[in-house]
């Protein structure tokens, strides 16, 4: 009975934080989230609302162009993440003379802020003096002098591509892992019968790895969905907002228009599609297991 009390006791002061720092902060911003608050006008929550809030981002312009902007945005960087990912951990499976200064030059970008890399990446595109923008237009000198930022579509390219560079170590060393439980013997045997290597990535390595494909994949989408200090420090959802995604409009809602209500609501049309989007992986995978020990 002692040692149950002193388990319980012990783990009165995690619960204490979890619930001041996680539950109650989600409860009250669902709250909110049927209340009208504009904090221009008042400084506590007003009356309740009902369902209004959600009504209006159905309808709202601002909403639908974040929600198609991150729909973009999250599924090309995913795609071009998992292929990076996949592609580099074939490639670092097999040690050689260089296999740890490579591993260890690979997670640098990784090790990197969000919001540096967004910062870093300004300057380096920036037509004037930026090094990337000033060695593509040295090869390319159609590009010399080209706003890369300014641009809707080079602008969206280069978030993805901040993005990527990001998180394709993290998701290249999951892979890794993911194939060093591939069995050797398996592909040893493929390579006696004659098969090409690409074969034998495509029909015995890759059938293999969908378990782990699809966990990088959840932890990549629901990543991007998040997206918002690159968005802040690199285009600011500009030019105009076909940058703007939806955790930046989330943002701009709440803390530049003030419409705390607005925002509630709009935080938890995002957290139901990464609740969405989790099931379905979450599904997949377990569909993906009952196959494998069928």
């Keep these: 009975m002692k040692d149950r009390t002193l388990s319980y006791s012990v783990l009165i002061p995690a619960f204490v934080i979890v619930l001041a720092t996680t539950i109650y902060p989600l409860a009250y911003s669902f709250v909110t989230s049927f209340r009208e608050w504009d904090l221009t006008k008042q400084r506590r929550p007003g009356s309740f609302v009902g369902f209004e809030n959600y009504i209006h981002a159905a309808s709202e ?19 071009l993440t998992l292929v990076l990912a996949m592609s580099l951990a074939l490639l670092l499976r097999r040690k050689g003379r260089m296999h740890t200064f490579t591993r260890v030059i690979l997670i640098l970008p990784f090790a990197m802020s969000p919001a540096l890399i967004g910062v870093s990446y300004r300057f380096m595109f920036n037509p004037e003096f930026g090094v990337l923008a000033k060695g593509l237009g040295a090869v390319f000198p159609a590009l010399q002098g080209t706003p890369w930022l300014a641009d809707p579509n080079l602008a969206m390219a280069i978030l993805v591509l901040t993005d990527v560079w990001h998180w394709t170590p993290y998701m290249t060393f999951m892979c ?13 045997a493929a390579r006696i019968d004659g098969a090409s290597s690409l074969r034998i990535i495509f029909g015995i390595i890759l059938p293999q790895m969908r378990g782990v494909i699809l966990v990088v994949a959840v932890l990549k989408t629901i990543f991007a969905l998040k997206m918002f200090d690159q968005v802040v420090t690199l285009t600011g959802g500009g030019p105009g907002t076909s940058t703007e995604t939806l955790a930046f409009f989330i943002f701009n809602v709440g803390f530049k228009w003030y419409d705390m209500g607005y925002a509630s609501a709009l935080a938890w049309i995002l957290t139901a599609i990464m609740m969405i989007i989790s099931i379905w992986y979450v599904r997949m995978l377990l569909s993906e297991r009952k196959m494998a020990t069928a």
């Design 61 to 79: 312009g601002g909403f639908q162009n974040s929600l198609w902007v991150t729909f973009v945005f999250v599924v090309t960087s995913v795609i």
């Design 176 to 188: 890794l892992g993911g194939l060093a439980s591939v069995p050797s013997e398996t592909e040893e």
